[in-house]
């Protein structure tokens, strides 16, 4: 079965996929609201899964950690990476952002959609953009928000609630209990969590078979659903986030090529795992499991360390969010034509990387809310022109995801030490 699961992760199955989906929601909206289901199935599967693997993946790779007594270098290093990647995720947003200018001097013509998406005025060339409802509140993020958002009060109510912070904060300090503990005594510990671990992964490599199928008709009924009309409206943010995400996605590639062992083509083909479930899923959290798999068994790292470092990138460093708040934030600027000094860049900047360290365990809509956090900083109206960014955001969220499984692959490679050499074959069973 080694050859179907290739062909389902082919690079270019997975654009048709993508492509066809798109054909199918512009021409045929009505089928492909109604086979919108299937992508619902498959995300409904795929979480029963992602949750019990890294539960049992962190508590395994925390308690093998402290045994081995590596675990205080090994988060030193993860600081130090997570601050990096952070700023340079901004800093590529904001130049990118600042060299193509794509919210100033707009058309009228553009002008007149936003006012139509926006207020329901044809002519509102002022830009006078009116919401009709209320404005979903962005959650706080003071000092008591962010410890009730990591400390679990139940374990089995955060599982249930898919409360990704608080189910790795019990994760790692039951493994860091565990590893305290004489191994006669946590060796079948250790083994029920292993089985557990090789379950999930084995069950999450039988549904990358229909990666291409769930891409199809997920794209398909998300294009039904808002129309292309946004989409060519807003076409210039969405083009200079996609070249800001591109640019990341590139970086990653080389910090993963240089770390691993692997040529180039190698680690790009160890790669179509982690590409093609963020291009379908648009999660983050459901990629954890082919991340790893695409670290340790492809690559060639060290499985302890990423089993811990993966879930914990995932959920922290979140490079997708800052790079999309930064572009954001600045594309609305422009729109309402307010130039930026040094010191308002360096503020859109930092409030970024803040609000992208807020966003940890958010999706969707939550985290398109926490751009009004660093618009609030700058004056600037983003309620106004929320519906715009809601009305193209299953396209930012899939550049969103990418970035941020890619660019947090490439941090655990960075963070983890370098692999001994593997065979490039590896790379395509």
């Not at 958002?149 to 955060?158: G, T």
């Not at 493994?175 to 557990?196: M, N, Y």
């Not at 900083?377 to 930012?396: H, K, M, R, S, T």
């Given at each position: 079965m080694t050859w179907l699961k290739n062909l389902a992760l082919n690079p270019w199955i997975i654009l048709l996929s993508l492509a066809g989906g798109l054909t199918l929601g512009a021409y045929l909206p009505e089928w492909s609201l109604k086979l919108a289901f299937v992508g619902h199935v498959y995300l409904d599967l795929m979480k029963m899964v992602v949750l019990p693997f890294m539960l049992s993946a962190v508590i395994l790779s925390t308690q093998r950690l402290i045994q081995e007594g590596s675990g205080g270098r090994l988060f030193g290093r993860v600081l130090l990476v997570f601050a990096v990647f952070a700023l340079a995720a901004a800093v590529i947003g904001a130049g990118t952002m600042l060299t193509l200018r794509p919210g100033a001097d707009l058309p009228p013509e553009t002008l007149d959609t936003f006012g139509e998406i926006v207020g329901g005025d044809l002519h509102s060339n002022n830009l006078a953009m009116e919401l009709h409802g209320t404005d979903p509140r962005p959650p706080a993020t003071g000092l008591e928000?962010?410890?009730?958002?990591?400390?679990?009060?139940?374990?089995?109510?955060?599982?249930?609630k898919d409360e990704t912070l608080k189910i790795l904060v019990f994760s790692i300090l039951i493994?860091?209990?565990?590893?305290?503990?004489?191994?006669?005594?946590?060796?079948?510990?250790?083994?029920?969590?292993?089985?557990?671990y090789q379950g999930c992964q084995t069950i999450m490599q039988w549904m990358n078979y229909l990666l291409p199928l769930v891409l199809?008709?997920?794209?398909?009924?998300?294009?039904?659903?808002?129309?292309?009309?946004?989409?060519?409206?807003?076409?210039?943010?969405?083009?200079?986030?996609?070249?800001?995400?591109?640019?990341?996605?590139?970086?990653?590639?080389?910090?993963?090529?240089?770390?691993?062992?692997?040529?180039?083509?190698?680690t790009l083909a160890a790669l179509r795992g982690p590409f093609a479930l963020a291009i379908a899923t648009r999660n983050s959290v459901i990629c954890m499991p082919v991340m790893i798999d695409a670290l340790t068994r492809l690559l060639g790292f060290a499985r302890a360390q990423v089993e811990l470092l993966v879930p914990l990138s995932v959920s922290l460093l979140r490079i997708g969010p800052i790079v999309y708040y930064v572009c954001a934030t600045l594309f609305i600027a422009q729109l309402y034509g307010l130039a930026l000094d040094a010191g308002e860049l360096a503020l859109v900047i930092t409030a970024s990387i803040l609000a992208g360290f807020a966003s940890a365990g958010m999706t969707g809509l939550a985290i398109v809310s926490l751009t009004s956090i660093v618009?609030?900083?700058?004056?600037?109206?983003?309620?106004?022109?929320?519906?715009?960014?809601?009305?193209?955001?299953?396209?930012?969220?899939?550049?969103?995801?990418?970035?941020?499984?890619i660019g947090n692959t490439a941090s655990v490679a960075l963070i983890g030490a370098r692999p001994a050499r593997v065979t490039e074959t590896a790379c395509l069973s």
């Open positions: 928000t962010l410890l009730l958002s990591l400390v679990p009060s139940n374990i089995f109510a955060a599982l249930t493994g860091i209990a565990v590893g305290q503990v004489p191994r006669e005594v946590s060796d079948g510990f250790s083994k029920t969590l292993e089985t557990l199809l008709t997920m794209s398909a009924g998300q294009l039904a659903k808002t129309g292309v009309e946004p989409l060519l409206a807003m076409a210039q943010f969405v083009a200079a986030f996609a070249l800001a995400s591109a640019l990341l996605l590139l970086l990653a590639i080389w910090i993963l090529w240089q770390r691993g062992p692997l040529s180039l083509g190698a618009c609030g900083y700058l004056g600037l109206p983003f309620e106004a022109a929320f519906i715009l960014f809601l009305a193209v955001d299953p396209l930012c969220d899939i550049l969103r995801t990418l970035v941020l499984v």
